[in-house]
């Protein structure tokens, strides 16, 4: 089976930040109970000092989730970590995700601090949190942009100070995978108590490819993925759920496995989708309305030969309606006729040559022939006898 890597859904946080995808508590503890369902190991509720809103939505989460983990973020800042607990206060396990930029950009012009002061406020806010549970995540922000050398020795200090999970975000979206995975295997290579704790990836989409760095972290000794349903998060995103869980499900010889429910993947984008006012771009993977769509003729005849020509994924692994022969005036002849026959019309290869002459007028009108368009063919058509 292999080893596990938790899935940390942070949908209701960092996915709640984009912009008019605002949801009410009702909203969030449905989406919360679902992410459960799916499987998810931790669930980020939300950040509760961002509004009083929010700390209703962690703490009604924390007072209904049963398995999953639930997280409150907080600055590295006292009152931040106190409400945090406060809100988390009924969860069965709750988790303090606290945590500080290290990189010279926040350090900097953010803070106007120095690298030990940082190193110092980093600790005394994941000692802080400790008072309150046993499990503490820290997350050094803009990893991504940090000196290795000091990260590693910030990674050191918050673990001996009590984190029991290490966040290295690659907040901005600019590593290339090789980098994310060097980092992470830095780490792994440099901190000396590193494996007191689980290092997670927490990775954005600037460049388009969050999900990428995500996996080169796990290769590279990262067990636990911060991901979203969709990729939905500040700007361009954060990793996609879907697609990480089906890329360690696809290459089982990675030796990773995940505790998501892969046929619910489909019904929860939809939802996630709807209830956030986002529509899913057609082309997106494993949940884009095309992710199983086949139309052009080299595809479809391939495809209907044997699925597998075309298609790495069994649609009904992913919860998706299955697959489908989109007909256009790209598609071949071994398309049109299955698709008459799907609607119960028999015909002969003479026949079908007669019918793809029609077929390609009206798919050179349209962008997409349809069922009504076929039955008007069909009616108009006399087989030879
Ligand atoms: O992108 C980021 O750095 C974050 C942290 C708050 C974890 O979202
Ligand atoms: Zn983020």
Redesign the pocket.
Known sequence: MGQQVYIFD?TL??GEQVPGCKLNTKEKLELALKLEALGVDIIEAGFPISSPGDFESVEQIAKAVKNATVCG?SRAVQKDIEVAAQALKYARRPRI?T?IGTSDYHIKAKFNATQDEILTRAVQAVKLARNFTDDVEF?A???GRTENGYLARVIEAVIAAGATVV?I???TGYCLPHQYGEKIAYLKNNVPNIDKAVISC?C?NDLGLATANAIAGVINGARQI?CTINGLG?RAG?TSLEEVVMILQQHKDLGFYTQVQTQQLNPISREVSDVMRMPVQPNKAIVGANAFSHSSGIHQDGFLKDAQTYEIINPEEVGAEGSKIVLTARSGRSALAHRFQKLGYQYNRNDIDILYQSFLQVADRKKEVEESDLHAMAKAYTPEP
């Open positions: 942070t946080r960092d973020l995700h945590g997350y922000e803009d990893a966040n975000p690659d907040t927490h954005h911060e500040e954060n």
